[in-house]
């Protein structure tokens, strides 16, 4: 799932530079990719979110299933943050994450949370 998920995040995060450029790093307002609102810090984050989980899912199951843990509170915590504070308080989103941007890492933080409860954990033998 690591892998998987890591993979989503960086092709996201890549079509997300060729779109939006390095203009405006941490704008509140940029490019659209679809219906995804993104901007070069939100592009990066995805990046190296994506980089961080193949390379934990390629260090074995014990590793990439942390990193898938780690990842959906992060995500989590971030779609959250795009439904609840965002909305209200514009000015503090520069990751520029618009109602689809904050969907999307909740249903991330779903799936990963989803794949590690049907799977067995390694470290419990």
Known sequence: MAVVLGLVYAVGGTVGFAVSGLDG?????????IIFE??????????AL????????????ATGRR?????AAIL???????LLVFPVR??????????AVAIGQLISALLALTALASTRDPTRG
């Open 25 to 33: 790093f941490a704008a509140t307002r940029g490019d659209r990719l």
């Open 38 to 47: 993104v901007n070069p810090l939100q592009n990066l984050i995805h990046l």
């Open 50 to 61: 994506g980089w961080w989980l193949v390379n934990a899912g390629a260090a074995g199951e």
């Open 67 to 71: 990193a898938s843990m780690a990842s």
């Open 76 to 82: 989590l915590a971030l779609g959250m943050t795009g």
């Open 90 to 99: 514009p000015e503090m989103n520069v990751i520029n994450a618009n109602r």
